[in-house]
């Protein structure tokens, strides 16, 4: 089942901070972000995984709730180049494989 | 490295012609899969595969057929294309190592815009 993400959109300054939260009825094993700027393949963000483990960008942080089936990502500071979709990819534990089901996204747009 | 490389970029087809669009990946990585992504939308798995040899289906593998003869290509074939699988189509691989819980990330490709009039 679709992981949901909120919110749909944001709007932001450049400097402001935003939260973009992916959750999913299913029991999750790992979360992935990706950013899809227009017109571009999506690029890897973030990977969270059960039990606390992550790999990703130095200037992105998240945080991933096993209990709550759920991930948040946190944008600080934004900077034009943070604008785009942002999707989360939910794997669940019912299968340990790479196979993500990506939510629908929620589109940034930071104005200077 | 090239990484993920597909073709065509663009296609018109005409509804019930067939193609294959191709996907080649140079990172010798086992994991490889396929995409479509409407517009305005989330991407939907339409088939992955975890190694030479072994495919399976995503969510929408409905109109759709893969092979994967080779760890470098994962080719996806439409037999009698229909205008709902209009769609730009993603390719991407990953790495995954059996040895340890870490699940290396996705790289995509940058995509196949096709139409089906």
């Known amino acids: 089942q679709q992981p949901v993400q909120s919110p749909q959109a944001v709007i932001l300054r450049e400097g402001e901070d935003a939260v973009i939260n992916c959750s999913s009825s299913k029991a999750l094993y790992s979360v992935h972000w990706y950013r899809q700027k227009h017109g571009e393949a999506p690029v890897f963000l973030m990977i969270l995984l059960k039990g606390g483990e992550q790999k990703g960008h130095d200037k992105i942080s998240a945080s991933f709730n096993e209990k709550k089936q759920q991930s948040s990502l946190y944008l600080t500071a934004s900077q034009l180049s943070y604008s785009g979709t942002y999707f989360c990819?939910?794997?669940?534990?019912?299968?340990?494989?790479?196979?993500?089901?990506f939510g629908t996204g929620t589109r940034l747009q930071v104005f200077p | 490295n090239a990484g993920v490389t597909q073709t065509p970029k663009f296609r018109i087809l005409k509804i019930g012609q067939s193609m294959t669009l191709q996907c080649t990946q140079d990172m010798n990585h086992n994991y490889m899969y396929w995409y479509r992504q409407d517009p305005g939308m989330g991407l939907k798995l339409i088939y992955y595969?975890?190694?030479?040899?072994?495919?399976d289906k995503g969510e929408v593998p409905n109109g759709y057929n893969v092979s994967r003869s080779t760890t470098e290509d994962f080719p996806l074939r439409l037999e009698l294309a229909a205008p709902s699988q209009t769609s730009v189509y993603f390719c991407?691989?990953?790495?995954?190592?059996?040895?340890?819980?870490?699940?290396?990330?996705?790289?995509f490709g940058p995509g196949t815009r096709l139409t089906v009039t």
């Open positions: 991407a691989s990953s790495y995954s190592s059996i040895w340890t819980s870490m699940k290396d990330e996705q790289y």
């Open positions: 595969s975890v190694g030479a040899g072994i495919t």
């Open positions: 990819g939910t794997e669940s534990s019912d299968w340990n494989t790479d196979k993500l089901i």
